[in-house]
Protein backbone atom coordinates (compact mmCIF):
# COMPACT_ATOMS: atom_id res chain seq x y z
CA UNK A 1 0.00 0.00 0.00
CA UNK A 2 1.66 3.30 -0.46
CA UNK A 3 1.75 6.68 1.23
CA UNK A 4 -1.11 7.88 -0.77
CA UNK A 5 -3.47 5.03 -0.44
CA UNK A 6 -2.51 5.27 3.51
CA UNK A 7 -3.68 8.81 4.13
CA UNK A 8 -6.90 9.44 5.46
CA UNK A 9 -9.90 11.42 3.73
CA UNK A 10 -9.62 14.48 5.29
CA UNK A 11 -13.39 15.42 5.07
CA UNK A 12 -14.37 11.88 6.30
CA UNK A 13 -12.55 12.38 8.86
CA UNK A 14 -13.67 15.42 10.50
CA UNK A 15 -17.12 13.64 10.18
CA UNK A 16 -16.45 10.70 12.47
CA UNK A 17 -14.68 13.82 14.68
CA UNK A 18 -17.77 15.57 14.56
CA UNK A 19 -19.86 12.21 15.27
CA UNK A 20 -17.66 10.76 18.37
CA UNK A 21 -17.91 14.10 19.72
CA UNK A 22 -21.49 14.19 20.03
CA UNK A 23 -21.45 10.52 21.15
CA UNK A 24 -19.35 11.62 23.68
CA UNK A 25 -20.51 14.85 25.07
CA UNK A 26 -23.98 16.06 22.86
CA UNK A 27 -26.60 17.68 22.04
CA UNK A 28 -24.14 20.47 21.00
CA UNK A 29 -24.11 23.03 18.76
CA UNK A 30 -21.77 24.29 15.50
CA UNK A 31 -20.09 26.68 17.76
CA UNK A 32 -19.09 24.24 20.66
CA UNK A 33 -18.53 21.31 18.40
CA UNK A 34 -15.65 23.76 16.49
CA UNK A 35 -14.52 25.37 19.55
CA UNK A 36 -14.43 21.12 21.07
CA UNK A 37 -12.63 20.11 17.21
CA UNK A 38 -10.53 23.56 16.46
CA UNK A 39 -12.50 23.74 13.17
CA UNK A 40 -14.24 26.66 11.50
CA UNK A 41 -17.79 27.05 12.54
CA UNK A 42 -18.87 27.09 9.28
CA UNK A 43 -16.73 23.94 8.55
CA UNK A 44 -18.46 21.56 11.17
CA UNK A 45 -22.07 23.09 10.09
CA UNK A 46 -21.69 21.65 6.57
CA UNK A 47 -20.75 18.63 7.80
CA UNK A 48 -23.83 18.87 10.12
CA UNK A 49 -25.87 19.67 7.46
CA UNK A 50 -24.49 16.43 5.42
CA UNK A 51 -24.87 14.23 8.11
CA UNK A 52 -28.43 15.12 9.50
CA UNK A 53 -29.70 14.75 5.50
CA UNK A 54 -28.18 10.85 5.91
CA UNK A 55 -29.93 10.61 9.21
CA UNK A 56 -26.69 10.04 11.03
CA UNK A 57 -26.88 13.38 13.12
CA UNK A 58 -30.16 14.92 14.08
CA UNK A 59 -30.90 18.22 16.10
CA UNK A 60 -32.03 18.33 19.48
CA UNK A 61 -32.66 20.67 22.58
CA UNK A 62 -31.05 23.15 20.31
CA UNK A 63 -27.58 20.89 19.18
CA UNK A 64 -27.11 18.15 17.48
CA UNK A 65 -26.87 14.56 18.84
CA UNK A 66 -26.28 11.21 17.07
CA UNK A 67 -28.82 9.80 15.05
CA UNK A 68 -30.51 6.29 15.30
CA UNK A 69 -29.17 5.54 11.63
CA UNK A 70 -26.47 4.57 13.30
CA UNK A 71 -28.00 1.92 15.49
CA UNK A 72 -28.71 0.01 11.99
CA UNK A 73 -25.22 -0.17 11.10
CA UNK A 74 -24.05 -1.16 14.84
CA UNK A 75 -26.64 -4.37 15.19
CA UNK A 76 -25.59 -5.09 11.78
CA UNK A 77 -22.24 -4.75 12.41
CA UNK A 78 -22.53 -7.15 15.88
CA UNK A 79 -24.68 -9.69 14.16
CA UNK A 80 -21.31 -10.54 11.72
CA UNK A 81 -19.90 -11.56 14.38
CA UNK A 82 -20.87 -15.86 15.00
CA UNK A 83 -19.44 -15.46 18.56
CA UNK A 84 -22.42 -13.32 19.57
CA UNK A 85 -25.07 -15.46 18.51
CA UNK A 86 -23.56 -18.30 20.56
CA UNK A 87 -22.28 -16.93 23.45
CA UNK A 88 -25.47 -14.57 23.92
CA UNK A 89 -27.57 -17.52 25.34
CA UNK A 90 -24.23 -18.55 27.90
CA UNK A 91 -23.80 -14.96 29.38
CA UNK A 92 -27.25 -14.54 29.80
CA UNK A 93 -27.31 -17.99 31.90
CA UNK A 94 -24.01 -16.78 33.53
CA UNK A 95 -25.73 -13.30 34.75
CA UNK A 96 -28.69 -15.24 36.06
CA UNK A 97 -26.30 -18.02 37.81
CA UNK A 98 -23.62 -15.52 39.57
CA UNK A 99 -25.80 -12.45 39.96
CA UNK A 100 -23.48 -10.12 38.82
CA UNK A 101 -22.73 -8.66 35.40
CA UNK A 102 -21.49 -10.60 32.42
CA UNK A 103 -19.73 -9.50 28.96
CA UNK A 104 -18.49 -11.26 25.64
CA UNK A 105 -15.34 -8.90 24.83
CA UNK A 106 -13.85 -9.08 20.96
CA UNK A 107 -10.98 -8.03 19.43
CA UNK A 108 -10.74 -5.88 16.13
CA UNK A 109 -7.90 -3.61 15.10
CA UNK A 110 -6.43 -4.39 18.39
CA UNK A 111 -9.09 -2.87 20.56
CA UNK A 112 -11.85 -4.32 22.52
CA UNK A 113 -15.44 -4.12 21.57
CA UNK A 114 -17.95 -4.64 24.17
CA UNK A 115 -20.38 -6.96 21.66
CA UNK A 116 -22.95 -8.22 24.35
CA UNK A 117 -23.92 -7.92 28.24
CA UNK A 118 -26.53 -9.24 30.90
CA UNK A 119 -26.84 -8.03 34.06
CA UNK A 120 -27.84 -10.40 37.02
CA UNK A 121 -29.73 -9.37 39.98
CA UNK A 122 -26.84 -8.27 41.95
CA UNK A 123 -24.57 -6.47 39.46
CA UNK A 124 -23.57 -3.04 39.35
CA UNK A 125 -23.45 -0.40 36.66
CA UNK A 126 -20.10 0.46 35.17
CA UNK A 127 -19.36 2.63 32.50
CA UNK A 128 -19.27 -0.02 29.91
CA UNK A 129 -22.02 -0.53 27.77
CA UNK A 130 -22.91 -2.51 24.23
CA UNK A 131 -20.61 -1.24 21.37
CA UNK A 132 -17.94 0.40 23.87
CA UNK A 133 -14.37 0.26 22.61
CA UNK A 134 -11.57 -0.26 25.48
CA UNK A 135 -8.56 -1.16 25.26
CA UNK A 136 -7.70 -4.28 25.75
CA UNK A 137 -4.99 -4.08 28.56
CA UNK A 138 -7.57 -2.73 30.71
CA UNK A 139 -9.43 -5.30 30.71
CA UNK A 140 -9.78 -8.98 32.15
CA UNK A 141 -11.85 -10.10 28.66
CA UNK A 142 -9.08 -8.18 27.10
CA UNK A 143 -6.29 -9.82 28.56
CA UNK A 144 -7.88 -12.66 27.92
CA UNK A 145 -7.45 -12.42 23.95
CA UNK A 146 -4.09 -11.41 24.33
CA UNK A 147 -2.53 -13.94 25.78
CA UNK A 148 -3.81 -16.49 23.16
CA UNK A 149 -2.35 -14.34 20.42
CA UNK A 150 1.10 -14.41 19.24
CA UNK A 151 3.79 -11.95 20.33
CA UNK A 152 4.37 -10.29 17.80
CA UNK A 153 0.52 -9.69 17.22
CA UNK A 154 0.21 -8.27 20.92
CA UNK A 155 3.65 -5.59 20.01
CA UNK A 156 1.84 -4.94 16.95
CA UNK A 157 -0.79 -3.63 19.22
CA UNK A 158 1.30 -1.97 21.96
CA UNK A 159 2.76 -0.33 19.07
CA UNK A 160 -0.59 1.29 17.60
CA UNK A 161 -2.12 1.51 21.25
CA UNK A 162 0.15 1.94 23.57
CA UNK A 163 -0.52 0.78 27.53
CA UNK A 164 -2.79 4.22 28.50
CA UNK A 165 -3.65 3.98 32.23
CA UNK A 166 -6.97 4.07 33.37
CA UNK A 167 -6.50 3.57 36.98
CA UNK A 168 -2.99 3.70 39.05
CA UNK A 169 -3.43 -0.19 38.93
CA UNK A 170 -3.33 -0.52 35.04
CA UNK A 171 -0.55 -2.29 33.66
CA UNK A 172 1.79 0.37 31.42
CA UNK A 173 4.80 -1.51 31.20
CA UNK A 174 5.43 -3.76 28.12
CA UNK A 175 7.43 -6.18 30.38
CA UNK A 176 4.64 -6.30 33.17
CA UNK A 177 1.98 -7.25 30.41
CA UNK A 178 3.69 -9.77 28.60
CA UNK A 179 4.34 -11.24 32.02
CA UNK A 180 0.92 -10.91 32.56
CA UNK A 181 0.32 -12.32 29.65
CA UNK A 182 2.29 -15.76 30.66
CA UNK A 183 0.40 -16.40 34.21
CA UNK A 184 -2.92 -15.85 32.49
CA UNK A 185 -1.76 -18.96 29.58
CA UNK A 186 -0.57 -20.71 32.74
CA UNK A 187 -3.74 -20.49 35.14
CA UNK A 188 -6.58 -20.49 31.73
CA UNK A 189 -8.21 -17.05 33.12
CA UNK A 190 -7.49 -13.42 33.48
CA UNK A 191 -8.22 -11.06 36.42
CA UNK A 192 -8.82 -7.37 36.53
CA UNK A 193 -7.91 -6.24 40.16
CA UNK A 194 -9.16 -2.39 39.88
CA UNK A 195 -7.58 -1.79 36.61
CA UNK A 196 -10.12 -0.17 34.47
CA UNK A 197 -13.01 1.27 37.54
CA UNK A 198 -11.93 1.38 40.95
CA UNK A 199 -13.61 -0.95 43.13
CA UNK A 200 -14.38 -3.22 40.43
CA UNK A 201 -12.81 -7.06 40.12
CA UNK A 202 -13.45 -9.34 36.70
CA UNK A 203 -12.64 -12.62 35.77
CA UNK A 204 -12.37 -13.53 31.88
CA UNK A 205 -11.51 -16.33 30.15
CA UNK A 206 -10.70 -16.39 26.13
CA UNK A 207 -12.99 -18.41 23.19
CA UNK A 208 -11.04 -19.60 21.10
CA UNK A 209 -11.60 -21.03 17.07
CA UNK A 210 -10.71 -24.63 15.65
CA UNK A 211 -7.12 -23.23 15.10
CA UNK A 212 -6.77 -21.90 18.40
CA UNK A 213 -7.42 -18.13 17.44
CA UNK A 214 -9.12 -15.74 19.92
CA UNK A 215 -12.44 -14.69 18.79
CA UNK A 216 -13.47 -13.11 21.66
CA UNK A 217 -13.48 -13.67 25.97
CA UNK A 218 -16.17 -13.67 28.45
CA UNK A 219 -15.88 -11.82 31.37
CA UNK A 220 -17.56 -11.85 34.83
CA UNK A 221 -17.61 -8.59 36.81
CA UNK A 222 -18.75 -7.02 40.19
CA UNK A 223 -17.62 -5.34 43.44
CA UNK A 224 -14.43 -5.75 44.87
CA UNK A 225 -15.83 -6.61 48.23
CA UNK A 226 -17.84 -9.31 46.60
CA UNK A 227 -15.46 -10.72 43.74
CA UNK A 228 -12.02 -11.78 45.77
CA UNK A 229 -10.33 -14.69 46.71
CA UNK A 230 -11.77 -18.03 45.93
CA UNK A 231 -14.66 -16.74 44.39
CA UNK A 232 -12.78 -14.79 42.10
CA UNK A 233 -10.12 -17.10 41.36
CA UNK A 234 -11.64 -20.54 41.67
CA UNK A 235 -15.62 -20.80 42.11
CA UNK A 236 -16.35 -17.78 38.77
CA UNK A 237 -13.40 -18.95 36.89
CA UNK A 238 -14.20 -22.48 37.01
CA UNK A 239 -17.48 -21.49 35.80
CA UNK A 240 -16.00 -19.16 32.61
CA UNK A 241 -13.95 -21.62 31.90
CA UNK A 242 -16.66 -24.53 31.63
CA UNK A 243 -18.44 -21.98 29.56
CA UNK A 244 -16.18 -21.29 27.40
CA UNK A 245 -15.41 -24.69 26.37
CA UNK A 246 -19.03 -25.02 25.67
CA UNK A 247 -19.03 -21.98 23.26
CA UNK A 248 -16.03 -23.03 22.09
CA UNK A 249 -17.44 -26.52 21.07
CA UNK A 250 -21.17 -24.65 19.79
CA UNK A 251 -19.14 -22.03 17.82
CA UNK A 252 -16.76 -24.63 16.24
CA UNK A 253 -19.00 -27.12 15.00
CA UNK A 254 -22.21 -25.23 14.35
Keep these: MTSEQRRPVKTATTSFAILECLKERGPLGPTKLASELGLAKSTVHRHLKTLEQEGFAVPDEGGYRVGLRLLDFGIYARNQHQFYEVAKPKVDEL ?14 QGRGFHLYGAAGKQSVRTPAREGTRSYLHQLAAGKAILSELPDERVEAIVDQHGLPAKTPHTITEVDDLFEELETIRERGFALNREEIVPKLHAVGVAVTDQDGYPV ?12 KGERLTVDLANLLLGAANEVEINLNFS
Design 95 to 108: AEETGEKVWCVTEE
Design 216 to 227: GAISISGPSNRL
